[in-house]
């Protein structure tokens, strides 16, 4: 264990809490769409960086929070991509309807 190891593993504990809140809000709601797509990138190359830091540093206490927040992220930026394009083949679909109903009226 590294001389800085329970530091680093005791805020990614905290992060890990606030982060939970978040990723609950959004899995309930089905609904990301407050999160721009950077707000994504830049979390998942935070924690990739975090998991390489481990590994060269056999930080294995980082491991586990980091994974998971990992894990989080990519299921939350699934959900975005997978309901935005949901919702705007909806709406494409509800355009052409209206057209449609105000052709034939």
Do not use: C
């Amino acid at each position: 264990m590294g001389k800085y190891e329970l530091l680093a593993s005791a805020a990614l504990l905290f992060n890990f809490s606030s982060f939970g809140t978040l990723l609950y809000n959004v899995v309930t709601t089905r609904n990301a769409s407050t999160l721009p797509y950077m707000w994504f990138y830049t979390n998942i190359m935070a924690q990739v960086l975090m998991i390489i830091y481990a590994v060269l540093n056999g930080a294995y206490g980082i491991y586990l929070p980091t994974s998971v927040l990992l894990l989080g992220l990519l299921y939350m930026l699934f959900i975005k991509i997978y309901y935005e394009n949901g919702t705007n083949q909806d709406n494409k679909s509800d355009k052409k309807r209206d057209i449609i109903e105000a052709l034939l009226i």
